[in-house]
């Protein structure tokens, strides 16, 4: 497991996941969830897996990334 700046600490799938997220962010400038059943993130599970793997704290995720990646 990595630790976050923010202490938060996440595992290799939710980091794969993350990164894919960001590459999202830096090619179409945002992610919603609804990003998250198209591909790539389809291939990996969707936002079923998404859900999975972040419960309650996925939409403040994406807006924490939204935020910090597209500004």
Do not use: C, Y
Not at 18 to 36: C, F, G, V, Y
Not at 56 to 61: A, D, F, G, N, V
Request: glycine letters at 8%.
């Amino acid at each position: 497991m990595d630790k976050a700046k923010t202490g938060t600490v996440f595992t290799q799938e939710q980091l794969a996941w993350l990164n894919l997220m960001r590459d999202q962010i830096a090619t179409s400038l945002s992610i919603e969830p609804d990003d998250l059943d198209l591909s790539p993130f389809n291939q990996r599970g969707g936002l079923g897996k998404a859900h999975q793997l972040f419960g309650k704290r996925l939409p403040e995720l994406i807006d924490e990334l939204n935020e910090a990646l597209a500004a």
